[in-house]
Each structure stands twice: as structure tokens, then as C-alpha cells.
């Protein structure tokens, strides 16, 4: 029985002493046209299935096999004797016949075997046919040696070749050769297998079938030189004969379509002492040109096929409103009434200007604005020469969809196309109205331009916040304040960038004050403003309580109570605290408005919000900031209140 394949070299083995030799320094700051690895070829062919190198025992033995103790065969007799026979070669190399007796078979070929078989029965019966077939095959012993990933002796199958028994021994180790593996036959060099002819070209001539005795005898590994880049095949191959670099690529598998051949680098150790480069071009080789160019690698010569540079210039680009937009080839002296031809424009194409975007020579973009019907017309002042990269943009006359969303208690909310001079009643009627359980006095209008008009103040706050703190800090350091001071300072430093990362993070903007009302009362009124894309409505349901925040005792949301004052809810609140600045109450209703006046005689509705500030006689002194962050934010409740339950 053939002995178990040793377990195979796993895909994430480190790279061996010969591969480590080829790795390149990677460098981030360079672009990587060569991998950083390449693997010795050919060795991964071991780390196939069992089934890629198992012997076959099912099929007809050929003439040469040679027959050995242990194999049995049938006897197939017809004629005036018929019969069947199952034999087996004992230890002696015998069989045994009727009549005939002991016949010595083994060691010899099957094809003799069939021929003395018949010769011998033959004395004893005339006018017969015979037909030798096998049964069970022997098995041979043979030895594995040198460079190997198991090196022994093996039992195998007697149909094995060379290729089946380095595979039970776990094929050549990469300190071993694949070109030179001899195998040895009564102390004789019988045949030299290279495995590369059979990797690259199918060739498995030498792959003799072994026999009882033989050895196999893998060397140290041979010259090896590595090829990378723009090859089909890039890896490290070993060195046989003499090698020309044309060889070397096509053990490769050739070049591809994107090698560039001005620019073939090799990598050369000289005298044991340092690496060198060499840059070839192989144009004029490549060519029939220049035989001489073809010059013989050496080994560890690293050869690096680079890649064309691949930036396309002679493009036009087309842009905007044609049937086919993209890229196109810029041919020699195109002008511009051949590229931009009727059958390519959309029919909404806007021909009364377009761009051309060039690159000038100093690396700066001009634009030239061109009549393009005029053009069309026959006017040839618009037909200019086009120029590498050229891009040409035709704009569209057709207007963007304009769209904005109402949401909450309407009877059909959703997205709605508006067109141009439709104003906010129109949309209103356009959902269905308000359901029952509308509250517009707590309505939020949102719309895009203040957003970003809001977002631009609030990042130059934060940036000017940002320097004030670190101004500060800087100033406190040289102070030379106590231990006391300092922890007290940079806890202040601390709080204030808590503030602006939450500002930051949570501020909501694009919120727009407004009054609503039915469709028919809001006609006609300023609040029935002119809608734009991306506008926002949100109607919520009714609220039922009244928020009091900032520096009070407890900071809730109370029931609210019809005919109470703004002194009622405060007090429920615990009322001010000490640091709380009582002169800077200010009521901030639920349609975003703030009040600060006369709040005694104000009535308080739901979902208004109570906001009582921090004193200036904070103890960190943070209030300016506190203040200008409320400035910002007064106008949204929920995040108001966010930081004051954090930091008033």
C-alpha cells in the first residue's frame, strides 16, 4: 500500500531564503508598478489535491510493464480447451499452470509474459487461444532523496512514475532544483526530469515508470532569476542553460499589451558586492532589428518590465446635454464643427453659448464661450481648432424639478413637484389640509439657503472659539499661576471644548419663524412665502406641556395650566438658582420665536420653553461663550436643553 502524501506546505508559509532575496522596499510615497513578492515557480504545482498525482490502477498495463511478486492475472483459454485461470506471482518471481507447471514471470515484461505463458502450455495443448490480463498490481519500493519536503523510502504503486513518487515525498523543497531531478537505476543516472517541460509545455517524456529500487535524487536549487511588472506570468524561475532574456520572458508567457519596452530595468548583483541597474531597450529587439539586444541573464538578476504610461491626451471630452457624452479621439487638425455635429446635440441643448474648458501651457484652465448656432449656421469665426483635452460643455434649457416635503398632521404628506411663483398655502391645500390634531404653532419651515447661510456663520464661530481657547491657554501658561489656578483653568479650557463639539454636532439649522394658518386665511399674508427646492414643513401634533431649562433647580417639562404665568412654571422648576441671571429670562416659543420683554403679562402656551441663563459670575467664566452658543441655538428647545442638563 502506498504511504500517505506528507501534509502539504500551507499558501501562508513565509517566503523562502530565494524569494526573500527578490522582495522590494515599499515605499507609500511611490506608486507600486511592481509587486513587492514574487513566488519561485512551479512549486505550488505539490500543493495540488492527492488526486492530481495518484497513479491510475484501473486501466490496461502497457506492453513494457514489467511484472514482480505479487501481481496477479487472469488467464483468459478458448479453443479446443476453454478455461479461466487467476494466478499470482509469488516471491520467487513464479506462476503456476496446469500440466505446465512453475513459470518463472517475474521481471519479466507483460508483453513477454503473455508470449512464454502460451509457448509453455502450448507442449500440452494444441489449436488454443490465450490472453493475459492483470488484476492486482505490486508494489515497488523506492527512495526519494536531496532537496525534498519529506525525503525517504516510500512504497508505492508499481504503475508510479518519477512525478508520483516526488509527490508522495511532498515534491521538491524550494532549496531544491526542478530542472535537474535524476532518478537513479542500479547506480546509474537513467534520465534527468525537468519539470518546467511539463509545466510549460505539457512534455512528460522523462516522467519515467519506476521500479523496485530505483531512487530519486532532487539537487540544491540552480541559477534563478525573477521577472516582474508587465509579463503575463511574473514569478522567480530557475536557470538551466544559458538563458537569453527573450527566453526569460517567455517563460514568462510573454509580455503584455501594456509593457512598455523602452524602459526594461534589470537588477544585477556585481562581484558579490552590490546591486546595480541596468535599463534596456528591447524596442528595436522586439522588432527584428537589433539581434544583439537579446543578452544572457544572470543569476539573481531581477528584470522589471514597466508599464506604458497610461494617460490618453488626444481626447475631447463632451459634456452636458448630447446624446452621447464622453470621451473622443481628438484627430489631427479637428476643429470644432467635426466633433459637434447636429445628430450628437439633445434636442433641449441650449446652442446660444457654450464652453470650452482648455489647459494652458502654464497649467491654468481658460474658458471660451462660442456661439454654437451661429456655428452651425456656416459661421466659421466659431469654428476653432480643438486642442489635447479639450472640454466642451453644451448646458440644457430645461429647468431642475423642483421638489419640497411636508410632513406630520396633513392629510397626504410626502415630496411634492412645485412650479415656479407657488407659494406655501398652495402646498398646504395641495396635501389635503391640516388633520384635527395639527398644531401650528409649533411648525418648523426649514429651507437649504439658510442652512448653508447658517452653517458658514456657525463654522467661523467655531473657528474663532477654537483660537480664543487656545489664546487663553497659551496666556495662562506664561501666567505662572498657582497648581490651583492652573487645574482651574484647564478645566474651564475643557468645558468650553465640550460646548463646541457639541454645538458642532447638534446644532439643527435652516429654521425659518413662520405663522400658518388655513390655506384661505394664509393667502395673501407675508407668511404665505414663495417656496424653493428643498423646502421643509413639518406640522406636529399638539403638545401638552411647557419646558423650563437652564439655571433652575430641577429642569423639566411641566403640565401646562391655562392662565398661568411664566412665575408659575419657574416656580415649579425650584425656581432660579444662584448663578441663574433672572434679568435674562427670555421665552422661547414652539414656532421659534424668542420673547424677552414684559414676560409677567405673557401668556404661556404649549409647548413654549423657559429658558433662564447662566449669571456673568460663573465660575469658570465661561458665560460668553454660554451666551453666544445660546445666541446660536436659542431658537431649537431639545438642544438647548441637551446642554443644559450637561453644562449649566
Known sequence: MALPPPPR???????????????????????????????????????????????????PVGPDFVLGPGDSMTLYIWGLVENVLRVTIDRNGNIFLPKAGVLRVGGLRF???????????????????????????????????????????YTISSLSTISNALYVAGGPSKQGSMRNIRLIRNNKALVILDLYEFLLKGDKTNDLRLETGDSIFVPPIGPVVAISGMVKRPAIYELKDPTKITHLIEMAAGLVPMSYLRRVQIERISQHHEKVAMDLDLTALYEGKDPKADIEIRDGDFIKVFPIYSMIYNLVRLDGAFKYPGDYQLKPNMKLSQLLTP???????????????????????????????????????????????????????????????????????????????????????????????????????????????????????????????????????????????????????????????LVAQQVPLGRMAIHLAEPEKLENTPDDILLVIGDS????????????????????????????????????????????????????????????????????????????????????????????????????????????RLFF
Open 9 to 59: 506546505e500551507e499558501a501562508t508559509a513565509p517566503p523562502s531564503r530565494i524569494e526573500q532575496m527578490f522582495e522590494q522596499p515599499y515605499d507609500i510615497s511611490v506608486p507600486q508598478v511592481i509587486p513587492r513578492t514574487l513566488t519561485q515557480f512551479g512549486y505550488d504545482l505539490f500543493k495540488a489535491p492527492s488526486s492530481t498525482f495518484a497513479p491510475v490502477t484501473d486501466v
Open 537 to 644: 414643513l413639518t406640522i406636529p401634533m399638539p403638545p401638552s406641556s411647557v419646558l423650563v431649562i437652564g439655571s433652575v433647580y430641577n429642569q423639566l417639562a411641566f403640565l401646562h395650566k391655562p392662565n398661568q404665568n411664566f412665575q408659575y412654571y419657574l416656580a415649579r422648576a425650584g425656581g432660579p438658582t444662584p448663578d441663574a441671571d433672572e434679568g435674562g429670562i427670555y421665552l422661547l416659543r414652539a414656532d421659534g420665536s424668542a420673547e424677552t420683554s414684559f414676560l409677567k403679562m405673557k401668556k404661556i402656551e404649549v409647548g413654549d420653553t423657559i429658558v433662564v441663563p447662566v449669571s456673568t459670575a460663573a465660575k469658570y467664566r465661561t458665560v460668553p461663550l454660554v451666551k453666544d452658543i445660546a445666541t446660536i441655538i436659542g431658537q431649537f428647545a431639545v438642544t438647548l436643553a441637551v446642554v443644559a
Open 343 to 501: 445628430e450628437k446635440l439633445l434636442p433641449q441643448a441650449y446652442l446660444d453659448e457654450i464652453e470650452l474648458i482648455r489647459l494652458k501651457p502654464d497649467f491654468t484652465y481658460e474658458v471660451l464661450h462660442l456661439d454654437l448656432r451661429r456655428l452651425l449656421r456656416g459661421d466659421l469665426s466659431q469654428d476653432i481648432a480643438l486642442q489635447p483635452l479639450d472640454r466642451i460643455v453644451v448646458s440644457t434649457e430645461l429647468k431642475p424639478i423642483e421638489k419640497v416635503t411636508i410632513s406630520g398632521e396633513v392629510k397626504r404628506p410626502g415630496t411634492y413637484t412645485i412650479t415656479k411663483g407657488e407659494r406655501l398655502s398652495s402646498l398646504i391645500r395641495r396635501a389635503g389640509g391640516f388633520t384635527p390634531d395639527a398644531y401650528l404653532k409649533a411648525v418648523v419651515f426649514t429651507r437649504d439657503t439658510i442652512r448653508q447661510a447658517e452653517k458658514e456663520q456657525l463654522d467661523k464661530f467655531l473657528k474663532m472659539q477654537q483660537q480664543i481657547i487656545l489664546q487663553e491657554s497659551a496666556a495662562y501658561a506664561a501666567a505662572g499661576l498657582s497648581e490651583t489656578e492652573a487645574a482651574e483653568q484647564r478645566q474651564a479650557a475643557a468645558q468650553k471644548q465640550q460646548y463646541l463639539t
Open 111 to 153: 508483453s513477454e509474459a503473455e508470449a512464454q505463458t502460451r509457448e509453455a502450455l502450448s507442449k500440452y495443448f494444441k489449436r488454443f487461444e490465450l490472453k493475459l490480463a492483470m488484476n492486482d498490481l505490486h508494489t515497488i519500493k523506492v527512495f526519494v532523496l536531496g532537496e525534498v519536503a519529506k525525503p525517504g523510502g
